[in-house]
């Protein structure tokens, strides 16, 4: 099974600030990764596909890197409904497998 | 728009069996892609439990394939899991969800909790 590592756990943060996320899988995923935003109560929400791509109605602040092993979800400047638990996921292997998360709190 | 609902009992007795439907609307599940459940709780995460195809071909997580049944009911646009003897760690968040492929897990239920106690 593909190991997802995301890093760091938390990320503290201001509003308007920039946030930079990483997830290192234990082998390669190509580019099969995607990146879900999860706010309390709320199933996740897909974000990025294919490493890079964003999902329909996703805002521009949102962009993502990477290939292989390793890639970063960034957010240019937070806004407060930014304000979530991030994580990653591939689809290259079975099984599926998601990361353990970052959150992104409030400075 | 699609749409997914998740129904079923909250609380299961320990060994019994688990099940809940995932209702779709606003498309149909015999036309394309992969349905699924996603389980959460707070010991380890998002759980990916396993998948059918519109077609009714079924892939499951390894650590649950014994005890894991999905099955796709196309006349009543729905989904179903199975989830024999379960245990306190089957406790969880249960979330159906749509995966497109190239776009995987575009859209979910609102999630539904289980319980597993006596």
């Known amino acids: 099974e593909i190991v997802l590592t995301q890093s760091p756990a938390t990320l503290s943060l201001s509003p308007g600030e920039r946030a930079t996320l990483s997830c290192r899988a234990s082998q390669s995923v190509a580019s099969y990764l995607a990146w879900y935003q999860q706010r309390p109560g709320q199933a996740p929400r897909l974000l990025i596909y294919d490493g890079s791509a964003r999902a329909t109605g996703i805002p521009a602040r949102f962009s993502a890197s990477g290939s292989g092993t390793d890639f970063t979800l960034s957010i240019s400047r937070l806004e407060p409904e930014d304000f979530a638990v991030y994580y990653c996921h591939q689809r290259t292997n079975w099984p599926l497998t998601f990361g353990g998360g970052t959150k992104v709190e409030i400075k | 728009q699609v749409q997914l609902q998740e129904s079923g009992p909250g609380l299961v007795k320990p060994s019994e069996t688990l099940s809940l439907t995932c209702t779709v609307s606003g498309y149909s599940i015999s036309s394309d892609y992969y349905w699924g459940w996603i389980r959460q709780s707070p010991v380890k995460g998002l759980q990916w439990i396993g998948s059918?195809?519109?077609?009714?071909?079924?892939y499951y997580n390894p650590s649950l394939k014994s005890r894991v049944t999905i099955s796709v009911d196309t006349s009543k646009n729905q989904f179903s899991l199975k989830l024999t003897s379960v245990t306190a760690a089957d406790t969880a968040v249960y979330y159906c969800?749509?995966?497109?492929?190239?776009?995987?897990?575009?859209?979910w239920g609102q999630g539904t909790l289980v319980t597993v106690s006596s």
């Open positions: 969800g749509r995966d497109s492929g190239n776009s995987p897990w575009d859209y």
């Open positions: 059918v195809t519109h077609s009714g071909s079924t």
